[in-house]
């Protein structure tokens, strides 16, 4: 994925960085959930319940938009467009399930998960990312 210049820190493991996650209801109104998030190459990992209307909602419209926002910094931040891919097995793609959700929980956390991940994961893929910073003088 790329990240915009200037960016890469809202998308450390040590950065309490949120993924405001846009998704479509089957009515079409769109639907905006905070979630916990990871990045690597390829786009942005999530976890969510099996049976959560965000699970159903990218299954049936995997069409998604986004919004990583640093904790405490509302003027400056990462718009993302893409398509949210659920990972159905994500030990068979080499992605250690438990150690995903273990760098997850960390992340926000900053300690291990209590419990074994049992949560479906997706990756959202970008196909626009762009950043927005409106800290300065000129707003």
């Known amino acids: ?44 990992f999530f976890s969510t319940g099996t049976d959560s209307f965000k699970a159903r909602d990218m299954r049936e419209r995997p ?10 910094e509302h003027a400056r931040y990462v718009s993302v467009r893409g398509t949210a891919h659920e990972v159905l097995d994500p030990d068979a793609q080499g992605l250690n399930a438990q150690a995903l959700y273990r760098r997850i929980v960390r992340r926000y956390e900053g300690h291990d998960p209590v419990r074994e991940h049992t949560d479906v994961f997706f990756r959202l893929v970008p196909t626009k990312v762009t950043g927005y910073d409106y800290r300065g003088d000129d707003y």
């Open 63 to 72: 069409q998604v938009a986004g919004m990583v926002m640093e904790e405490g």
């Open 1 to 44: 994925m790329k990240i915009p210049a200037g960016f890469d820190g809202l998308f450390a493991d040590d950065t309490r960085a949120f993924l405001a996650l846009a998704t479509v209801r089957p009515d079409g109104a769109p639907v905006v959930a905070p979630v916990w998030f990871v990045a690597d190459a390829e786009g942005l």
